[in-house]
C-alpha cells in the first residue's frame, strides 16, 4: 500500500497540501505574493498578471498529477518528489524531498517508497531556500516534521501507520 499525507498544524484549518492548493488558485493572494517579489520576477521575464496565472495552471497540473498517482495501488510518487538537496544519491531515514511544478514546491519527508508526508511548500523563485524568509520557514517546518516523525517511533510506513491510527 502507499500513499500521500499532509501535516495539519494546530490552528490550521485545512491540512498543507489543502491550505497550498487553496493559495496557489486564489488570484488575490498569488497577486499580493507577486507583488511583494516582483523583483525575483524579471529573472523568469514576467509580470505579477501572468505570474498568477501561471501558477493557477501549474497547481491545478499538479493536483491533477497527484491524484491520478495517489488513487493506483501501486502509484508512482517517487517519480515526481526527489531528495531536497540534489547531491543526495542514496536512500536516507525520513529523507527530505521536494515535488516541484514550475516555481511551485511541495516539500515532505519520505516515510517509505511511495509513503510520502508534505510538511508545506513554496512558490520558490530565487536559486536557494535561505534566500527568501517564506522558504526558508520550510526548510525550518521539515526539519520540525523530522524531528516530529522520528520522536515518535516513526522510521517505516508501518510505524507511520500505528502512528497514526
Not at 1 to 29: C, H, I
Not at 111 to 137: C, E, F, W
Request: negative net charge; contains cysteine; charged residues 25%.
Amino acid at each position: 500500500m502507499s500513499g500521500l499525507y499532509a501535516f495539519k498544524y494546530t490552528g490550521q484549518a485545512f491540512d498543507e497540501l489543502e491550505r497550498l492548493l487553496d493559495e496557489w488558485n486564489n488570484p488575490a493572494v498569488l497577486e499580493d505574493f507577486f507583488e511583494q517579489y516582483e523583483n525575483d520576477l524579471h529573472y523568469f521575464g514576467t509580470n505579477v498578471e501572468s505570474a498568477t496565472i501561471e501558477t493557477i495552471n501549474e497547481a491545478t497540473r499538479l493536483s491533477n498529477l497527484l491524484l491520478a498517482l495517489s488513487g493506483h495501488a501501486t502509484n508512482s510518487l517517487h517519480n515526481i518528489f526527489r531528495p531536497l538537496d540534489d547531491t543526495e544519491y542514496k536512500s536516507i531515514l525520513l529523507s527530505k524531498q521536494k515535488a516541484k511544478r514550475g516555481w511551485l514546491r511541495l516539500y515532505s519527508i519520505k516515510i517509505d517508497i511511495n509513503h510520502y508526508v508534505i510538511t508545506g511548500g513554496a512558490i520558490k523563485l530565487t536559486h536557494q531556500m535561505q534566500d527568501r524568509p517564506h522558504t526558508q520557514s520550510e526548510l525550518t517546518k521539515l526539519e520540525r516534521c523530522k524531528n516530529f516523525l522520528r520522536s515518535n517511533g516513526v522510521f517505516d510506513s508501518d510505524s507511520f501507520n500505528e502512528m497514526t491510527v
